[in-house]
């Protein structure tokens, strides 16, 4: 499934952003028809990969990303991977190539890729900009 979530107004920051995306793509893989099946597809997903367009969400400890994702997607902490790339240049293909490879080999078998900035929140709203991330990945 996929899903675009744009926001013109002061709202969500970047993480609550790729949550909310997150949970838009998984429902479209069920046809978008808002089913509760949705639900059960978060049991299977291998790795969660986040690819950040700005460090506004965790600068102190930004590979964390893909974690905190996880953890409020309520994924399984104990079974997935997490991975999260550098910000721009050429980090999204670097990412999706290896993933790529990763399944082609069956290493993984269902993995959730995700990708945001929320930068007008981020300038126009202090609050967006403090976060107690976990201090490991596991």
């Not at 049991?43 to 986040?50: E, F, G, H, L, P």
């Not at 600068?59 to 997607?73: F, I, M």
């Not at 790529?100 to 981020?122: D, P, W, Y």
Request: hydrophobic letters at 35%; glycine letters at 6%.
């Amino acid at each position: 499934g996929c899903a675009r979530l744009t926001q013109r107004e002061v709202g969500l920051n970047a993480l609550g952003l790729l949550v909310e995306s997150s949970q838009q793509a998984l429902i479209d893989c069920y046809d978008g028809e808002g089913s509760e099946d949705w639900k059960n597809m978060k049991n299977s997903i291998d790795a969660v990969v986040t690819m950040p367009l700005t460090m506004e969400i965790n600068s102190e400890n930004p590979e964390n990303l893909s974690y905190l994702l996880a953890e409020k997607l309520d994924l399984n902490l104990d079974k997935i991977q997490t991975f999260t790339t550098s910000t721009g240049g050429n980090s999204p293909q670097f990412a999706v190539n290896k993933i790529a490879s990763m399944l082609a080999n069956k290493q993984l078998k269902t993995v959730l890729i995700s990708g945001g900035e929320a930068l007008h929140t981020f300038t126009h709203n202090p609050s967006s900009q403090s976060h107690s991330p976990p201090k490991s990945n596991p």
